[in-house]
């Protein structure tokens, strides 16, 4: 299982926790709020098998002053975001207690956790072939990186109940839209097949 990665996409402290980020805005959904307990069982068996539990962080940077530069278009769905949400380093940059630690982390500031991160390059020092893709939120980071990573001719599964996105029509259409690039198993399914 050396050659196999669980990559938990963006399950950080501002995304998911009441005093993160997007907890004190009272931006939450039960379907992702539910993702660290679901998703507990899977990392424990992967780390106990030999295979990687990797972690990607949405990042905003801090730019002059340390204000923090926002995308227009994300700034517009989430005017909450301010100076020290996402921070690299603080709190609410990582990863939610319940699911770390994590054996890689990678800061990302887009969609996907491979554009313009070192995500290829550590995948391929710890010699991992298969990903195990979770996360949030499917029809955006989770998405993008799972397109990402079938470009580069990775294995890829998509944990169907371990993604989440903010209304579970929009996952139920992303997860669709993901069969052509990549297997689709729930968490159940794959602990069996571990």
Known sequence: MNDLALLLC???????HPEGAYGRAGHTAPEIAAL????RPLCDAVRAGGGWIGSTHFTLVGGRGGAPWISPHLLKVRPFLGRGDFAAGGWGHALVDELAPADFAVE?????????SRLEWVLA??????????????NGGVASTVRDAHVREFA????????????PATHAVAVEALRPVAQVATVAETLAGL
């Not at 990302?108 to 313009?116: D, E, G, Q, R």
């Not at 890829?156 to 209304?167: E, Q």
């Open 10 to 16: 963006d399950l950080q402290n501002d995304f998911l």
């Open 108 to 116: 990302k500031v887009a969609f996907s956790a491979f554009y313009m």
């Open 156 to 167: 890829v599964t998509l944990l169907s109940d371990g993604c989440a996105a903010f209304d």
């Open 36 to 39: 660290p307990a679901r998703l």
């Open 125 to 138: 020092r710890a010699g991992v072939r298969r990903l195990l893709v979770a996360g949030i939120v499917t």
